[in-house]
Each structure stands twice: as structure tokens, then as C-alpha cells.
């Protein structure tokens, strides 16, 4: 009589334990349509909504200076030659320019236009410039060895090998290195130096 019990009792939590854990998956189940459903419903949503630009929209023009890696931001008026035009329409506006841009930004060492951001409320658009290419005196590069070189940074001459390994210095000097690690003077040669040597 007691095995009766015993054994069904265990019947009873294995129907229990499985019908919870039915109606638990059967749940997730269902989130999983409804979250899915609404993302579709949302997407569908704006591939139907083309976002213009107006005059109330923010305008941010970035200035990015890929020598020092000094980035500016400025809030504008929206210029009228961007006002009521789509993501598409503006980044035409901006290859155009990039590929015939004026001649101030000429003089800054301009390289580049790019679309960062776009929505109705808001535009972010970057100027990239070489401003003081030659302003540095000295720049490191990698020898043959793998080892770093400070060249004169007009003349691309060495001015002192190093006993530095590239391959050995953090990630970020590598980077700095690969894009063109400029220094400006004897000083901050000799700071770099002391800083990366055994």
C-alpha cells in the first residue's frame, strides 16, 4: 500500500514538473512571435517613412584633424542647400562637395566629407583635414627590423634608430604608429624615447 503511494505521488510530480515546464516553454514561445512580430511591424514602419531634413533640424559639423586625432564639433544653421532633402539626396551633397571643396578648406589641408548621423531632428556631418602634416618635425616608423626609426618628418631622413620593438609597445602606440606618430621637437622625441625603451 505504501509503494502505491509512494509511486504515485512520484507519478503526480512528473506531471506536475511537466506541465510546468510545457506551459513555461510554450510562454517563451509566444513572447519570442510577439517581439518578433512588433520588430516587423516596425521596420515595415520606417522603410515607409522617409526622414527629410528641415530648417529646424540640429546641424553638428564636425572638424577632425587626423594628424593631432583632435576632433571639433560645432552647432550650425542648417545651410538652405541641405534643407528638404532625404539621407540619400544629402549624401550626394556631400560627395559632391568632397570631390570640389572650397578653397578655405583647401588651405586647412581638407581630405575628406563624410555623413555621420542623419534624422529628421538632427545631422552630423565631419570635415577631415591634414592640418600640420609638415608643422611636426619628427615622425616614428617601423625599419625592416621591426624596430622603430624617428625620421625628420619633411625629408622622411632617420634621425636616430632605436633599440624599440613595435611589436612590444601597447596597442595604442601601434596604432598611433601605422597612422603616422608625429612629434614636434627634440623634446618630445626624447619623451618617447624614454618612455618605450628597455
Known amino acids: ?114 555623413l555621420v548621423y542623419f534624422s529628421e531632428n538632427k545631422v552630423v556631418l565631419r570635415k577631415t583635414y591634414n592640418k600640420g602634416f609638415y608643422d611636426w618635425e619628427y615622425v616614428a616608423k617601423i625599419d625592416d627590423q621591426g624596430k622603430i626609426v624617428i625620421c625628420v618628418a619633411e625629408s622622411g631622413e632617420i634621425y636616430t634608430d632605436t633599440d624599440i620593438y613595435y611589436h612590444k609597445l601597447p596597442e595604442d602606440i601601434q596604432e598611433q604608429i601605422q597612422n603616422g606618430k608625429y612629434m614636434n621637437g627634440l623634446r618630445e622625441v626624447y619623451d618617447f624615447l624614454e618612455n618605450y625603451s628597455s
Do not use: H, W
Open 1 to 114: 500500500m505504501k509503494k502505491t503511494y509512494i509511486i504515485s505521488f512520484l507519478l503526480f510530480l512528473a506531471l506536475g514538473c511537466f506541465a510546468y515546464f510545457g506551459s513555461y516553454v510554450f510562454i517563451q514561445e509566444k513572447t519570442k512571435e510577439d517581439v518578433t512580430q512588433q520588430n516587423e511591424d516596425i521596420l515595415e514602419a520606417d522603410a515607409n517613412t522617409t526622414n527629410y531634413t528641415s530648417d529646424q533640424t540640429v546641424y553638428i559639423l564636425e572638424k577632425y584633424n587626423a594628424v593631432t586625432y583632435e576632433l571639433t564639433e560645432e552647432k550650425l544653421t542648417m545651410p538652405a542647400e541641405y534643407v528638404g532633402l532625404t539621407r540619400a539626396e544629402l549624401m550626394e551633397k556631400v560627395k559632391a562637395y568632397e570631390k570640389n571643396p572650397n578653397s578655405e578648406d583647401m588651405d586647412l589641408g581638407f581630405t575628406g566629407f563624410s
